[in-house]
């Protein structure tokens, strides 16, 4: 999984580039400016105009310090940004601060990730992202071509489409991890295996991450609904209520599929109990036989003279004719009693 460790971690800072992009509109006119210094972004700001600045990248410390600088954030906003965090939103007096986890895909049985954190104002929106590329590229084509009430709208509302955009992305991981879950059960019908079980634990783990993710971020799209902040219009909170609708169902798939996961487990432990217990039987029925078969033949192999066996023609023969009758005796009563 890219960026594995879910702990709070300070993320690198000082190696790599950073890419600024601003996307300036309203309804009557369209700009975007792609890879400009944090000065010639700053100066492009047009106050009576949708702002969204999008920065790729937090490894450059400079940058980021322009932008704080520029928009007054917070040194403990910067820190939140710029380290792992729960999905949390805090108001503060001249922005509003949004943090949570942006999923893509799950190639194989890896989630990857990253964490994206907003920063919306009254005429701007700050997107920052862990490394290059996003979910929002057929977004930004209709701002560009101004379909839908985007351009319409200001800042709240593009920060609701972002958002919006990232929690649909979640239905498709689930619906990924619930093929997994079905390819799981179609192999435990063939034969669990070894491999079998350690997929349903990285499985269990991958849920587990998702609940981190998803839990939290019900709160914080809670905050917004109940309208504990200034800058999301009233007429606007009727979509992040959306957005809470669908987080609370992600929760709701997320709990079915954790009791699904449990269940294979239940089932593996289960399928790998009977095998070993169908094992157990039938060495305890080779076994079983074997103990009167062994005493005749510790009998006849101790070689006293005064066993008229010994001398009989017929004695060998006749020996192994008894111990075949009683194997095969032993075997129809075992199956007779369905013993196996």
Avoid at 254 to 264: G, I, N, P, R, W
Avoid at 302 to 312: G, K
């Amino acid at each position: 999984m890219t960026n594995s460790n879910h702990s709070p971690t300070e993320l690198p800072l000082g190696e790599g580039p950073v890419i600024l992009e601003l996307i300036r509109y309203d309804r009557e006119t369209y700009d975007r400016f792609n890879n400009l210094g944090a000065n010639e972004i700053i100066e492009n700001l047009d106050s009576k105009k949708v702002n969204w600045v999008n920065v790729d990248g937090l490894q450059d410390k400079k940058i980021l310090d322009k932008l704080q600088a520029h928009f007054c954030l917070h040194t403990l906003l910067v820190d939140d940004i710029t380290n792992d965090q729960r999905p949390k939103a805090e108001e503060y007096d001249d922005y509003l601060f949004f943090t949570l986890k942006m999923l893509y895909r799950i190639e194989g049985r890896t989630i990857d990730y990253e964490q994206i954190s907003f920063v919306l104002s009254t005429n701007y929106l700050i997107s920052f992202q862990e490394k290059e590329g996003d979910l929002f590229d057929h977004f930004r084509e209709r701002i560009r071509l101004d379909q839908g009430r985007v351009r319409k709208q200001q800042a709240d509302y593009l920060l609701y489409r972002l958002l919006d955009t990232i929690v649909d992305n979640y239905y498709i991981i689930l619906e990924k991890i619930g093929e997994q879950i079905e390819d799981i059960e179609e192999e435990i019908d063939k034969g669990s295996t070894h491999q079998t079980f350690k997929q349903i634990q990285k499985i269990k783990k991958e849920l587990i991450f998702l609940r981190k993710a998803v839990y939290p971020l019900r709160d914080a799209v809670s905050k917004l609904v109940k309208g504990e902040t200034s800058f999301i219009k009233d007429e606007t909170l009727r979509f992040y209520a959306d957005i809470y609708d669908h987080v609370v169902h992600l929760i709701d798939s997320l709990d079915t599929y954790k009791d699904l996961t449990s269940a294979l487990m239940d089932i593996h432990m289960n399928t790998q109990n009977n095998r070993m217990t169908e094992v157990m039987k039938v060495l305890a029925v080779i076994s079983t036989i074997f103990i009167p078969l062994t005493f005749i033949v510790g009998v006849y192999g101790m070689n006293f003279d005064n066993m008229p066996e010994l001398h009989a023609r017929w004695g060998y023969p006749l020996t192994w004719v008894v111990m075949v009758c009683i194997g095969a005796g032993m075997l129809l009563f075992f199956k007779k009693k369905k013993w196996f």
